[in-house]
């Protein structure tokens, strides 16, 4: 079935280092991608998406392209911030009639000033 | 903006007992989604539902059962608590589509004893 590799965590930054985060997937078809964060003690929100191949979601200052070619959808920030320690889940939702998302197993970032 | 909310942030239960977790989205949102979160296994689907009164299995259902009596509410029912299932539940709500964004509520944290 369809699946979504993230890179182990945790991920440990000075501020305004340089940010990737990998995320690799496995499915059939065309699937939308899909960047979620967690700040601690919150739910998660919506960072940023890409629906088909090519497309480039940004946000906040994070980015990442859709890669069909290597079934990538890396997270990447020019410059972290102290703020942006969280956990980033990665996540695909199938093309056809299902709505369900499956998600990474996510990773941890830890920004330090 | 989208909002999602549960009805409790902390819950402590004892062994047995049955316990409800109420979801409420006021966006008008066909899909409604039941998650646990527990660390090394990211966010896994327990059950999910497309409209009112409809619902379907997701990865890991048994122990767990739902109730959607109406477009705006979605219940997660624990029928006899038990230890294992103390996790993170967090709720989710969607429009129908493959690109539509799952949006998150602030996740109900429960401790069985």
């Known amino acids: 079935g369809d699946s979504v590799t993230q890179m182990e965590g945790p991920v440990t930054l000075s501020e305004e280092a340089f940010l990737t985060i990998n995320c690799t997937y496995t499915?059939?078809?065309?699937?939308?991608l899909f960047w979620y964060v967690q700040y601690p003690g919150e739910g998660l929100q919506l960072l940023l998406k890409a629906t088909k191949a090519d497309d480039k979601g940004s946000n906040k200052g994070f980015e990442a392209t859709y890669r069909k070619e290597t079934t990538s959808f890396h997270l990447e920030k020019g410059s972290v911030q102290v703020s942006d320690s969280a956990v980033y889940f990665c996540a695909l939702k199938e093309s056809g009639n299902t709505d369900k998302l499956i998600f990474g197993t996510g990773t941890r970032l830890q920004v330090f000033p | 903006d989208v909002k999602v909310t549960q009805s409790s942030r902390y819950l402590v239960k004892r062994t047995g007992e049955k316990v409800f977790l109420e979801c409420v989205q006021d966006m008008d949102h066909e899909n409604m989604f039941w998650y646990r979160q527990d660390p090394g296994l990211g966010l896994r689907l327990i059950y999910f539902s497309y409209d009112v009164k409809m619902k379907e299995k997701g990865d890991i259902p048994e122990g767990y059962s739902v109730s959607r009596e109406k477009k705006e509410r979605f219940s997660l029912i624990l029928e006899s608590a038990s230890t294992n299932q103390t996790s993170m539940y967090l709720c989710?709500?969607?429009?129908?589509?493959?690109?539509?964004?799952?949006?998150f509520g602030p996740g109900t944290r429960l401790l069985v004893l």
């Open positions: 499915a059939t078809g065309y699937p939308s």
């Open positions: 989710a709500s969607s429009k129908q589509g493959a690109r539509e964004t799952q949006y």
